[in-house]
C-alpha cells in the first residue's frame, strides 16, 4: 500500500498562475484533507471531505477550489496563485469515526510563487 | 474550540524518558486529545490519543490528569529519531458529518541529544 501520495513534490509558479495539486489514497478512507504549512508554524486546514461528493471550508479557504473526484482521489486548485500562497501543502486522509479521528498524511508539495 | 498550550522547545538525553507537557484548559467532556509528531520536512504521524484514561502504546503513553486540564505525553526511551515537533491537539468535531478537525499550533521542538 502506498498510502497517501501527492503530486507533484515541488513547483514553482509565477503570480497569477494557475495549478492542481493531486491526492490520492489507497486506504479506502471517507474522509479527506488539505494543509498548508507555513515556515515555523503548525498546519492549518484548507479544505476536508468528509466523503465522496461532499467538501467544506477549513480554517483558511480563501484563493483555494477542491474537488472530491472519488473516494480516491481529493484535489487541490490555485485559480490564480499569489505569493502569500507559497507554502508546504499536505493532504491526508482517514476514517473519521466519533471517538477517533487518525489522519495519515502525504509526503508534501512544495510551492513557491514568485 | 478547546485550544492547547505547549513548551516551545524541550531537550532530553538519548535514552532518557522525554516528558512533553500540554495544557488544554477549556477542553469539553467529549473533546479528545491527540498527539501527533512531524520529523523534519516530512508530513506529522498520529501517535496517540486518549479521552480521560492513561493510554499506552509502542510509541508513547499519555498521561491526562483527572480534571482532564492538561496531559504528558511520555516517550520512554528517547532516540535521536525522535527529535521532531511534536503536537499536542484536541479534537474538534464540527458540521453534521461529525467530521473532526485537527487544529495545530505550533508544537513542541523535541531535540533528543546524544
Known amino acids: 500500500n502506498a498510502g497517501v501520495t501527492q503530486t507533484p513534490k515541488f513547483q514553482v509558479l509565477k503570480t497569477g498562475q494557475s495549478m492542481t495539486l493531486q491526492c490520492a489514497q489507497d486506504?479506502?478512507?471517507?474522509?479527506m484533507y488539505w494543509y498548508r504549512q507555513d515556515p515555523g508554524m503548525g498546519l492549518r486546514l484548507i479544505y476536508y471531505?468528509?466523503?465522496?461528493?461532499?467538501?467544506d471550508k477549513g480554517e483558511v479557504p480563501n484563493g483555494y477550489n477542491v474537488s472530491r473526484l472519488n473516494k480516491r482521489e481529493f484535489s487541490l486548485r490555485l485559480e490564480s496563485a499569489a505569493p502569500s500562497q507559497t507554502s508546504v501543502y499536505f493532504c491526508?486522509?482517514?476514517?473519521?469515526?466519533?471517538?477517533?479521528?487518525?489522519?495519515?498524511f502525504g509526503p508534501g508539495t512544495r510551492l513557491t510563487v514568485l | 474550540d478547546a485550544k492547547t498550550t505547549q513548551p516551545t522547545s524541550m531537550d532530553c538525553a538519548e535514552g532518557r524518558a522525554a516528558n512533553l507537557p500540554c495544557n488544554h484548559s477549556?477542553?469539553?467532556?467529549?473533546?479528545?486529545v491527540y498527539w501527533y509528531r512531524q520529523i523534519h520536512s516530512q508530513g506529522p504521524q498520529y501517535i496517540i490519543h486518549g479521552l480521560k484514561n492513561n493510554e499506552t502504546n509502542e510509541m508513547a503513553s499519555l498521561i491526562i490528569t483527572e480534571d482532564r486540564k492538561s496531559s504528558t505525553l511520555i516517550l520512554p526511551h528517547a532516540t535521536l529519531r525522535d527529535t521532531a515537533v511534536y503536537y499536542c491537539i484536541v479534537r474538534v468535531a464540527y458540521g453534521s458529518s461529525n467530521t473532526g478537525k485537527l487544529i495545530f499550533g505550533q508544537g513542541t521542538t523535541l531535540q533528543v541529544k546524544p
Open positions: 491526508a486522509s482517514g476514517q473519521d469515526r466519533a471517538f477517533h479521528n487518525e489522519q495519515f
Open positions: 477549556t477542553i469539553s467532556g467529549n473533546e479528545y
Open positions: 486506504m479506502n478512507h471517507n474522509s
Open positions: 471531505s468528509a466523503s465522496e461528493g461532499t467538501t
